[in-house]
């Protein structure tokens, strides 16, 4: 039934705000970070030295090229993160060193949060973690 689903989704955008909200000043407050700014710096961690194109960060932030260059300038403005060409000849992002060390003090405050926010049944459950992957990769969600 599409109610079902439709509130099952709407619950899931009201968490979600609430969430984003909290991260926001947490990690604006202790790090000086917004969530975009962790996300977007954890993104660029887990793709390793190489870095990534900003094409390739469209989908993880959930938004535009144009706001992800916007939000790579003022990041590289802090020294946080630098662009390059890879041997390919495509721009890359990487990670500076400083951009190191502030998202592993953000991901410890970031995993507090989330850890305070999730009841502790749902914290590595495997349904809960295959079905937020599913969620999250569903050719249905496509732009």
Not at 63 to 72: D, L, M, N, Y
Not at 81 to 97: A, V
Not at 120 to 133: E, F, L
């Amino acid at each position: 039934m599409s109610g079902a689903a439709l509130q099952t989704c709407l619950g899931l955008v009201h968490a979600y705000a609430r969430l984003r909200r909290k991260l926001d000043d947490e990690l604006g407050t202790l790090h000086g970070l917004s969530l975009d700014d962790f996300v977007l710096l954890d993104t660029l961690h887990q793709a390793g030295s190489a870095g990534l194109g900003s094409a390739e960060l469209e989908r993880p932030l959930g938004v535009q090229r144009s706001a992800v260059i916007r939000q790579v300038i003022a990041l590289e403005k802090t020294g946080l993160l630098q662009r390059s060409t890879n041997s390919q000849g495509l721009r890359t992002i990487q990670l500076r060193g400083p951009a190191r060390r502030l998202l592993q003090e953000a991901a410890e405050t970031a995993g507090v949060v989330c850890a305070a926010a999730l009841p502790s049944h749902a914290q590595g459950d495997v349904n809960t973690d295959d079905w937020i992957r599913a969620l999250c990769s569903s050719p249905a969600l496509e732009l």
